[in-house]
């Protein structure tokens, strides 16, 4: 069974970066589309960055030139790349994969997903 685990979580002030890393056990992303999801308290998932698995990349406006996703591919493992954070951004972040071309935009319709690494951003 193929896991995903989120690294790169922290505290940090307004306006500071953080890197989120999602190590998969396998090597599966020539096969599986990525995305990361974010849960704030109270909130529902909220798909931040979606990358399918042709390429194409999507951002949630909300964080639209701030996050950049990038991957390395010998170490199976995808980034997502968060700057100029904002106290909004603060929120319980996960990665997840499912085998198809297209990343559903839903948490839930995920097979694989990471158990989430903790952004606080404090103003």
């Known amino acids: 069974q193929v896991q995903l685990v989120e690294s790169g979580g922290g505290s940090v002030q307004a306006g500071g970066s953080l890197r989120l890393s999602c190590a998969a056990s396998?090597?599966?992303?020539?096969?599986?589309?990525m995305g990361w999801f974010r849960q704030a308290p109270g909130k529902e998932h909220e798909a931040v960055a979606l990358?399918?698995?042709?390429?194409?990349?999507s951002y949630a406006d909300s964080v639209k030139g701030r996050f950049t996703i990038s991957q390395d591919n010998a170490k199976n493992t995808r980034y997502l790349q968060m700057n100029s954070l904002k106290p909004e951004d603060t929120a319980m972040y996960y990665c997840?994969?499912?085998?198809?071309?297209?990343?559903?935009?839903?948490?839930?319709?995920?097979?694989?997903r990471g158990q989430g690494t903790q952004v606080t951003v404090s103003s």
């Open positions: 997840a994969a499912e085998r198809v071309l297209r990343c559903p935009g839903r948490f839930s319709d995920y097979d694989l």
């Open positions: 990358i399918d698995l042709d390429g194409k990349i």
């Open positions: 396998g090597y599966i992303y020539s096969r599986y589309c």
